[in-house]
């Protein structure tokens, strides 16, 4: 495990230097008098799926911004921020997704899934994020979002390919136990598109910088190993503030 979060904390720190190479060009582009063209090249591709600004469905007990999962009645709220095509968020799945899912069966957390699709670009133009992050809506509709969104990382495919197929994803809903033509129509359809895409606006507005970014009672969580969440949730129940502050993963804007 502690390999593995090693593993997270690298890619973090490698993203953040993408982001910071980024910045830098767009205040030097802005200083030369060419800043429009940047910053709309840079705001497209911060999210390209998004659909502000229009109406929209969101997925059968679903916020216009988030999936929850857990009692209502849960002491505690965690927010996670995730990205299916994001490494990094595979690997806090496979090594915390065990943690979270205790504490939601015991009634402990409610957690709220923020489905992001910064990513797409990074698909060779077939917008993995959205359409894996709109099918998870359509899993969210028949009751196996958590199953869903398990399976997902479990067969989540490399950053920079062209992310596993609509059939694919169809085949993972099967799984899931989602009945599939009504979930194959939605998955085609990508009848959630412009939920994700608001989804996406909505966390950057919050301040999200990267994925995975965990909050819990609004407390962003710098550890997020099974033994950092435990701690942030257990200080949570006793109405105290995390001392730690997150330092997620930047958006990378390359």
């Known amino acids: 495990a502690r390999q593995k979060s090693e593993a997270i904390r690298k890619q973090q720190a490698k993203e953040a230097k993408r982001r910071k190479i980024v910045l830098g060009v767009i205040l030097t582009a802005i200083l030369i008098g060419v800043g429009v063209t940047i910053v709309l090249v840079v705001l497209q591709s911060s999210d390209d799926s998004s659909s502000s600004g229009g109406d929209f469905s969101s997925p059968l007990g679903a916020t216009e911004t988030a999936i929850p999962v857990g009692e209502e009645a849960a002491p505690v709220r965690m927010d996670i921020y995730q990205d299916y095509m994001c490494p990094a968020c595979g690997q806090f799945e496979q090594i915390s997704g065990e943690t979270v899912d205790g504490f939601i069966d015991d009634g402990t957390i409610r957690v709220y899934y923020h489905t992001m699709s910064f990513l797409d670009r990074t ?56 009945n599939a033509p009504a979930f194959e129509v939605c998955v085609r359809g990508l009848d959630y598109e412009d939920w994700v895409g608001n989804v996406t606006e909505d966390a950057f507005n919050d301040g999200v910088e990267g994925t995975p970014t965990v909050r819990v009672d609004g407390q962003s969580v710098e550890d997020i190993t099974p033994d950092g969440l435990t701690k942030a949730i257990e200080q949570a129940l006793k109405g105290e503030e995390s001392p730690a502050t997150s330092s997620p993963s930047p958006v990378p804007s390359d």
């Open 123 to 178: 698909s060779n133009g077939t917008r993995y994020s959205t359409r894996a992050a709109s099918s998870a809506g359509c899993a969210a509709d028949q009751g196996v979002f958590r199953e869903y969104n398990r399976l997902l990382y479990e067969n989540q495919p490399s950053e920079g390919t062209n992310g596993l197929s609509d059939d694919e994803l169809i085949a993972i809903g099967e799984q899931a136990g989602t």
